[in-house]
Every structure is written in structure tokens, then in C-alpha cells.
């Protein structure tokens, strides 16, 4: 009877690679398993908190054995050669990483639509985003250092550092120092879909969850108000529109 852990002793090269993609997926789900977890045990607030702690400590961990096994150097818990990247270098690798975000999302939606339609994926899709926009938010937050309670000035600034920003046209038009109107002038998914001829994704339903959540996360006193967003009627210059007030400053 062999031991367990000598059982992948018998696999074969192209079983091994398959093991190898598949510890990265497992790992993955694994982490947002927890995530989910904690969330609906412990409420989002303290989720959030821990998962900031617990990401520190297990990219630290998992870099530094990779590291080891594959032969990289990793430099502060990140690969270095990561670090050695011009700023043109890791620009263009965002803006990949956020096309590979977006496709993921994508390639979500369209799985529950073809299994289950596209009401349940809908319903899913929204759902999804009350649990992301506010993680979003608050992983920017953190990154640039933002106040608790930094207002419009502060939501300005986190909606450049959104993965969309990576792969959207965007901009912002400043109606007085606590009201902003934002806007996105191309939107990647639009876009496609205009260029097949197709009409625009009804998404209002998302951005009514989106940005709200979004906005909350920044400054619990800023609220939302959709100008417009499909399948609204919208001009050719942007496809949704959203007025971001502070309220109580």
C-alpha cells in the first residue's frame, strides 16, 4: 500500500502541468471562498479588514517559495523583476491585467447566462458588484492612502484607480467643490458591442448598484444620482453618466 503522498509519483509530465494550473485555480477559489466566509459570518466592514492582513502574509509566503522553485528573486514580497519594469513597461501591463479582469468578468456572465439565463446572470452580475465595488474602493483607498472621510476630492482621485481606468475613456466635470459629474466616454464592453452592430448592454441595473457602493465605500456622505446609462438614450460622447454629491461636508 503506498503512502499518500507519493501517489503523483505516478503521474506523468502532462498530468503534473495540469496539477500545477490547477493548484494556482484551487488556491484561488480557496481564497475567495474564505473571503466570502468571513463576510457573511463576521459582515463586510471586518472582512475587509482581515483580508488586508491576510493578503501581506500569503503573497509574502506564496512569492517566496515560487521564487525559490522557479528561480526568480523577489524583493519585498514582490518578483523583482517587477520592480525593474519602466513605468511604460507596467502601464502596459496594467492595462492588460485590466482587459484580463474585465474578460474574466465577461466570460462569468455569459457561463450562468447560457446555463440559466440571462435574468439569473443579471441577478447574479448585481449582486457580485455590492460585494466588489466597496472592496474595490477600499483597496484603492489603502493604496493611496486616502482619508476615511476625504469627500469629492478624494472620490476624484479613487475613480482614476479603478480597473476600469485601465481600459475605459473617462472623465469628470467638477460643478462646485461637493458635486462632480463623472462619465464614461468609451466604454470597452459598448464599444465591442457597437462594433458587431449590436444595441448597447442594458447595464443600468449594475450601475445603479456600482457606483452608489463605490461612492459609500470612499465617503459614507456622498450619495449617487444616474444622469443617464444604457438603455437609456445617451449622446455619442459618453455611454453613462453619474452626479456624485457630498452631502452634510
Not at 475567495?32 to 475587509?48: C, D, I, P, Y
Not at 496594467?94 to 446555463?115: C, H, S, Y
Request: aromatic share 10%.
Amino acid at each position: 500500500m503506498k503512502e499518500i503522498n507519493t501517489v503523483l509519483e505516478d503521474a506523468d509530465h502532462g498530468l503534473l502541468l495540469k496539477m500545477v494550473v490547477d493548484s494556482f485555480r484551487r488556491t484561488l477559489v480557496h481564497y475567495g471562498q474564505w473571503f466570502a466566509q468571513v463576510e457573511h459570518q463576521l459582515g463586510t466592514e471586518k472582512a475587509m479588514a482581515v483580508e488586508s492582513g491576510v493578503w501581506d502574509a500569503s503573497l509574502k509566503n506564496q512569492m517566496g517559495r515560487l521564487g525559490k522553485v522557479l528561480g526568480f528573486e523577489v524583493v519585498d514580497g514582490v518578483p523583482a523583476a517587477l520592480k525593474e519594469m519602466s513605468r511604460e513597461e507596467l502601464m502596459a501591463l496594467l492595462k492588460t491585467m485590466g482587459v484580463n479582469w474585465l474578460a474574466n468578468d465577461g466570460i462569468w456572465f455569459q457561463a450562468v447566462e447560457q446555463r440559466f439565463g440571462m435574468n439569473d446572470a443579471k441577478r447574479c452580475n448585481d449582486t457580485c458588484w455590492t460585494r466588489y465595488s466597496p472592496f474595490e474602493a477600499k483597496r484603492i483607498k489603502e493604496v493611496l492612502e486616502l482619508p476615511e472621510k476625504g469627500g469629492i476630492p478624494a472620490l476624484k482621485k479613487a475613480l482614476k484607480f479603478r480597473m476600469y481606468a485601465t481600459i475605459n475613456r473617462q472623465s469628470i466635470e467638477d460643478i462646485d467643490e461637493n458635486t462632480i459629474i463623472f462619465r464614461m466616454n468609451e466604454c470597452r464592453v459598448q464599444v465591442a458591442r457597437k462594433r458587431k452592430g449590436l444595441d448597447d448592454y442594458p447595464c443600468k441595473s449594475v450601475g445603479l448598484v456600482e457606483y452608489p457602493y463605490f461612492a459609500a465605500a470612499i465617503d459614507p456622505r456622498i450619495t449617487t444620482e444616474c444622469i443617464g446609462c444604457p438603455p437609456d438614450d445617451h449622446p455619442d460622447d459618453w455611454y453613462c453618466a453619474w452626479k456624485f454629491t457630498l452631502n452634510n461636508p
